[in-house]
């Protein structure tokens, strides 16, 4: 079976930069788009970043272009999402998912497995 496992959230001020990882097993990594999204207290889950099987192909909401980065390390089974320029709204869970439709990387739907997020926290 397909995991997902998230890590490097936490608290930061406003202005610093995180780097989220997540560690893909079970399947062949190298195959799948992938995709973050991130969920707010009380909002629907929303698209951060998408990236092609290859790495040649990035998707960013609009929130978080020019701030954010995904990228991918398939000789370890990793996709990052590189956050600069943090800012309150970014505080959210942050899930990374691999894409099962094609098409759009916005949609959740196009997604059949998911890791269990890790907290990202922006302070003003």
């Known amino acids: 079976q397909v995991q997902l496992v998230e890590s490097g959230g936490g608290l930061v001020q406003a202005g610093v930069s995180l780097r989220l990882s997540c560690a893909a097993s079970?399947?062949?990594?190298?195959?799948?788009?992938m995709g973050w999204f991130r969920q707010a207290p009380g909002k629907e889950r929303e698209f951060v970043a998408g990236?092609?099987?290859?790495?040649?192909?990035?998707y960013y909401a609009g929130s978080v272009k020019g701030r954010f980065t995904i990228s991918r390390d398939n000789a370890k089974n990793i996709v990052y999402l590189q956050m600069n320029s943090l800012k309150p709204e970014d505080t959210a869970v942050y899930y990374c998912a691999v894409q099962h439709v094609s098409g759009s990387y916005a949609y959740t739907g196009n997604y059949d497995y998911w890791g269990q997020g890790t907290q990202v926290t922006v302070s003003s």
């Open positions: 079970g399947g062949t990594f190298s195959n799948w788009d």
């Open positions: 990236i092609s099987w290859s790495g040649g192909s990035t």
